[in-house]
T-cell receptor
Framework: DAEITQSPRHKITETGRQVTLACHQTWNHNNMFWYRQDLGHGLRLIHYSYGVQDTNKGEVSDGYSVSRSNTEDLPLTLESAASSQTSVYFC?????????????FGSGTQLSVL | AQKITQTQPGMFVQEKEAVTLDCTYD???????LFWYKQPSSGEMIFLIYQGSYDQQNATEGRYSLNFQKARKSANLVISASQLGDSAMYFC??????????????FGKGTSLLVTP
């Protein structure tokens, strides 16, 4: 079965370190998204991509970057981790750009920045 | 400005009763889609139901229905015959056809539902 997987599930890092969170989907979806979830804020969009070599900033993109070198993967990099980036990170994908297209989510990565 | 507003941080409902989770949205786009997701304590995001802005009838999926009132810009989720397994966080989300963020979903802050025996 097609799926979307995130790794690692849990990560602890130190302030100032570079961290990369992996997202891999086998749906062959063109659209991929990164969200962060914080108590009291719901899910907020960090970056998104509509295809290979395409990346776009979302609502809370400062301190994060993504790259899309193939259809399956959209890694999220924290250039210099900060305590404010402690959060649960969700990767998602969707098939097309129709209004009715739901997002398929990964299981999330719990990141703690100490 | 908040595009999706969920005014109920927490809700309680007794098993087998129906419950309504509120969601209001803000958009000037004539074309949009509304979604509800469930997030149990295990953390995964589970799609429940979708309503398009041009849909004439309210969406239904099993025990879930969406009370869509376009003029009031509300898209409340109704869960009938609540079960203990319905205890979870519920998120309302919207996709706007002309959004600057393409076809990403814009989420509300969520409502935590607890179903009691």
């Amino acid at each position: 079965d097609a799926e979307i997987t995130q790794s690692p599930r849990h990560k602890i890092t130190e302030t100032g370190r570079q961290v990369t969170l992996a997202c891999h989907q086998t749906w062959n979806h063109n659209n991929m998204f990164w969200y962060r979830q914080d108590l009291g804020h719901g899910l907020r969009l960090i970056h998104y991509s509509y295809g290979v070599q395409d990346t776009n900033k979302g609502e809370v993109s400062d301190g994060y970057s993504v790259s899309r070198s193939n259809t399956e993967d959209l890694p999220l990099t924290l250039e210099s981790a900060a305590s404010s980036q402690t959060s649960v990170y969700f990767c998602a994908s969707s098939e097309s750009t129709g209004e009715e297209e739901k997002l398929f989510f990964g299981s999330g990565t719990q990141l703690s920045v100490l | 400005a908040q595009k999706i507003t969920q005014t109920q941080p927490g809700m309680f409902v007794q098993e087998k009763e129906a419950v309504t989770l509120d969601c209001t949205y803000d958009t000037s786009d004539p074309s949009y889609g509304l979604f509800w997701y469930k997030q149990p304590s295990s953390g995964e995001m589970i799609f429940l139901i979708y309503q398009g802005s041009y849909d004439q009838q309210n969406a239904t999926e099993g025990r879930y229905s969406l009370n869509f009132q376009k003029a009031r810009k509300s898209a409340n989720l109704v869960i009938s015959a609540s079960q203990l397994g319905d205890s979870a966080m519920y998120f309302c989300a919207m996709r706007e056809g002309l959004s600057n963020s393409g076809y990403a979903l814009n989420f509300g802050k969520g409502t935590s539902l607890l179903v009691t025996p």
